[in-house]
């Protein structure tokens, strides 16, 4: 499997935007990128997902390097409910390549 | 609506009993999954069922069987539970066996071993 490498731990200001990098060198060209994030004592939970371009959605942006070796997650205006440990991962598009393998993840605190 | 539930949430139990712990997506998906995370909070994949048919099982040991008796239900048993054992174990559904498909999680069922 594809591996990624994210910090451990990031700490953000409330209301302020967040970036969280996430760097996968050997991503294969058909592999998508997949940010869940797990809020404590819950279940993980879709963040956003994407290929090749930047991708939007209610929750986050996603931006993707151009040689698709890296992304980053960016929360446009953190609150103190996105303290979550996000999770970086790739899954291909192919039958039997649909498990999610979680890292370990990067800790995100919210400062108040 | 919940999406995706478990029972219990809690369960507390001795070694070498047996128990299951029962998963239920109102989705409509064909896919389910059972995920669990142990103490240090990695989270593995155990299973996967795509329309009942088992199609990842990551050499987990046989003590844990899962059943699944239709798409919407996917139920874990474990035999001759041990201290290992413990952890928390979380179901998810996904539309497709895709990996383009958004998994949805349950919200985990915590079992401790004693």
């Known amino acids: 499997d594809a591996k990624t490498t994210q910090p451990n731990s990031m700490e953000s200001n409330e209301e302020e935007p967040v970036h969280l990098p996430c760097n996968h060198s050997t991503i294969s060209g058909t592999d998508y990128i997949h940010w869940y994030r797990q809020l404590p004592s819950q279940g993980p939970e879709y963040v956003i997902h994407?290929?090749?371009s930047n991708v939007n959605n209610r929750m986050a942006s996603l931006a993707i390097a151009e040689d698709r070796k890296s992304s980053t997650l960016i929360l446009h205006r953190a609150t103190l409910r996105d303290a979550a440990v996000y999770y970086c991962i790739l899954s291909g598009p192919n039958f039997g390549n649909e498990k999610l393998t979680f890292g370990t993840g990067t800790r995100l605190t919210i400062i108040p | 609506d919940t999406a995706v539930s478990q029972t219990p949430k809690y369960l507390v139990t001795q070694m070498g009993n047996d128990k299951s712990i029962k998963c239920e997506q109102n989705l409509g998906h064909d896919t389910m999954y059972w995920y669990k995370q142990d103490s240090k909070k990695f989270l593995k994949i155990m299973f996967s069922y795509n329309n009942k048919e088992l199609i990842i099982n990551e050499t987990v040991p046989n003590r844990f069987s899962p059943k699944s008796p239709d798409k919407a239900h996917l139920n874990l048993h474990i035999n001759s539970l041990e201290l290992g054992d413990s952890a928390v174990y979380f179901c998810?559904?996904?539309?497709?066996?895709?990996?383009?498909?958004?998994?949805?999680f349950g919200p985990g069922t915590r079992l401790t071993v004693l």
């Open positions: 998810a559904s996904s539309l497709r066996v895709k990996g383009t498909d958004t998994q949805y």
């Open positions: 994407g290929l090749t």
